[in-house]
């Protein structure tokens, strides 16, 4: 079975300083994942997503995440945060054993920058 | 990216009555879409997957009575939440695989809904 554990509730950065959102996957296949960002009253928007093609795969906004199969992670950066990243962020895996591919959420990463 | 849009953004309704989420997919078919409901403080949880011209697949422990999925056209799926209870408030968001954009899910805006 799939899942991702994120590994913080909120992180807190300030404006133009690095940011890191941490995420470990369990699967039983070579996985697809995913990060997704929500901002207040709005749907989910993908920001990136890895298929099992480059490792290092970047997204939208300056966020970039690497699959690292050997730590069984998938962390999301951003080498200087800015004030609208403020958002809550989802690690997904695509469940593959489940109804036809659907998606496994993370319990989310609050991100708040400070200016 | 492909658009799917959700209707009502905030609902309050009564307990007992019945309240109606629609998903629509704008610019793209989608043969499959998926319902989520989040609590507060928690992650999105799947409810069921709703297939075109089939009925929708419930996830383990969600009531498929009370939550009934209509997915009657290719750019369309409804939930309707059935004799509403306070604790069936909560934020329901829905999305839709893209068949043509390597099977890409893109999520609707989501739903608050309030039972009072």
């Known amino acids: 079975a799939q899942s991702v554990t994120q590994l913080d509730s909120h992180v807190s950065v300030s404006e133009g300083t690095p940011v890191l959102l941490r995420c470990n996957y369990s699967?039983?296949?070579?996985?697809?994942l995913f990060w997704y960002v929500q901002h207040p009253n709005k749907g989910l928007q993908l920001l990136l997503k890895?298929?099992?093609?480059?490792?290092l795969v970047k997204g939208i906004n300056g966020f970039e995440a690497e699959f690292k199969k050997s730590e069984t992670s998938f962390h999301l950066t951003k080498p200087s945060a800015h004030m609208s990243d403020a958002a809550e962020y989802f690690c997904?895996?695509?469940?593959?054993?489940?109804?036809?591919?659907?998606?496994?959420f993370g319990k989310g990463t609050k991100l708040s920058v400070k200016p | 990216g492909a658009v799917v849009s959700q209707h009502p953004s905030r609902v309050i309704c009564k307990s007992g009555t019945s309240v109606k989420i629609e998903c629509r997919s704008l610019?793209?078919?989608?043969?499959?879409m998926f319902w989520y409901r989040q609590f507060p403080k928690q992650s999105l949880m799947l409810m069921a997957t709703?297939?075109?011209?089939?009925?929708?697949?419930?996830e383990q422990g969600v009531e498929k009575d009370k939550f009934l999925i209509n997915h009657a056209s290719l750019t369309l799926s409804t939930l309707t939440v059935t004799s509403a209870h306070p604790e069936d408030s909560s934020f329901y968001i829905c999305?839709?695989?893209?068949?043509?954009?390597?099977?890409?899910?893109?999520f609707g805006e989501g739903s608050w809904l309030t039972v009072v």
């Open positions: 999305s839709a695989r893209h068949p043509s954009s390597g099977n890409t899910i893109y």
């Open positions: 709703s297939n075109e011209g089939s009925k929708a697949t419930y």
């Open positions: 610019d793209f078919q989608a043969t499959t």
């Open positions: 997904v895996v695509r469940n593959y054993g489940g109804s036809q591919g659907n998606l496994i």
């Open positions: 890895y298929t099992s093609a480059a490792t």
């Open positions: 699967s039983s296949y070579s996985p697809s």
